[in-house]
């Protein structure tokens, strides 16, 4: 059945995204028109995140972000089924890295790198990296339940260089590379809430107390990485623009959760800027009441 979906489904997927920009812009506007006014999803979570994180902005205020959030949802999903076939010139003109110098000068003195993100602007296209850093990268995928799925969405997203692994076997290849004295750089995305029992550190975030992913620290520490942090902005409609900006290159004279501290201190200053652009569609503060005091 797996391979029936996949066969029946992907050919339109591909044909789709084939579609120039201005008419998938289009088809965005109409499937935001379809999921914020007729089918209502996730308004609520989308607009109590809002609440939670801007207790001083109005109803009104807080209203018009979120529309201006389910516009930019979609446009993310369009521009996601786009890089299944857009030219590496389309891509370089519309993604653009402006100091990747940065992490090149670290991975010139041969250390590794834990490259650090959230789910703002438009993080699919990061697959963009290799045209502009000059060092191995390795980026986790979650696993699909249809195989061939997984393994499309893998190749596309490997199709420029990346190295790709499933995220359940991030730190077995972690541990092999660096055994192996292979240098690489390794993208986490690492503002998503980790599981309340395997926390260890609870952190306020964008007003809100929140269990925090330290993983990315105890590797850094663990393997003596550089940690660098990349943030995406959005220009205009389909335009974007990455820097870089180092937190570390000396992991191990940072105290417990200073490096994650200075993670979240830019992210949050990142969402600040323009809230529209941030994954809001998630339950962001799900954990809140579970904070220790």
């Known amino acids: 059945m ?13 044909l789709f995204s084939k579609l120039p920009f201005r008419v998938l812009y289009i088809i965005s506007d109409g499937l935001y028109y379809l999921l914020f006014y ?11 995140n809002l609440k939670l ?31 299944f076939s857009i030219s590496e010139e389309e891509l370089k003109k519309r993604y653009r890295f402006i ?17 650090l ?20 990268i390795f980026a986790a ?20 260089g990346m190295i790709g692994f499933k995220t359940s076997e991030f730190i077995k290849y972690m541990v092999k590379n660096i055994k192996n004295k292979r240098q690489g750089l390794y993208i986490l995305l690492s503002d998503q809430s ?16 929140v269990p925090i992913h330290t993983g990315a620290e105890m590797l850094a520490k663990k393997f003596d990485c550089a940690v660098i942090n990349f943030s995406c902005r959005k220009i205009k409609r389909g335009y974007y623009e990455i820097d ?18 200075e993670y979240l201190k830019i992210t949050e200053k990142l969402i600040r800027e323009e809230p529209a652009y941030y994954l809001w569609s998630h339950k962001r503060f799900k954990h809140k009441d579970k904070a220790p005091n």
Do not use: C
């Not at 993100?117 to 990296?129: D, M, Q, T």
């Not at 979650?142 to 420029?160: G, S, V």
């Open 2 to 14: 797996h391979k029936l979906v996949f066969y029946l489904s992907y050919p339109i997927i591909w």
């Open 38 to 48: 007729v089918v209502g999803y996730r308004k609520k979570v989308v607009l109590d």
């Open 53 to 83: 994180s801007f207790p001083t902005k109005s109803d009104t205020e807080l209203k018009l972000i979120r529309k201006r959030f389910f516009k930019h949802f979609t446009d993310v999903f369009i521009e996601s089924i786009k890089s």
């Open 99 to 115: 100091n990747p110098e940065v992490a090149n000068e670290v991975a010139k003195e041969g250390k590794s790198i834990i490259l």
């Open 117 to 136: 993100g959230s789910h703002y602007a438009n993080w699919e296209w990061v697959i963009s990296l290799p045209f502009v850093l000059n060092i191995e």
């Open 141 to 160: 995928y979650t696993k699909l339940q249809n195989k061939y799925f997984e393994k499309a969405i893998k190749k596309n997203r490997t199709k420029y």
């Open 194 to 209: 980790p599981q309340v029992e395997k926390t260890y550190y609870w952190k306020e975030f964008l007003g809100v107390k």
């Open 244 to 261: 870089f900006k180092t937190i570390t290159t000396t992991p191990k004279e940072f105290g417990n959760y200073q490096i994650m501290d």
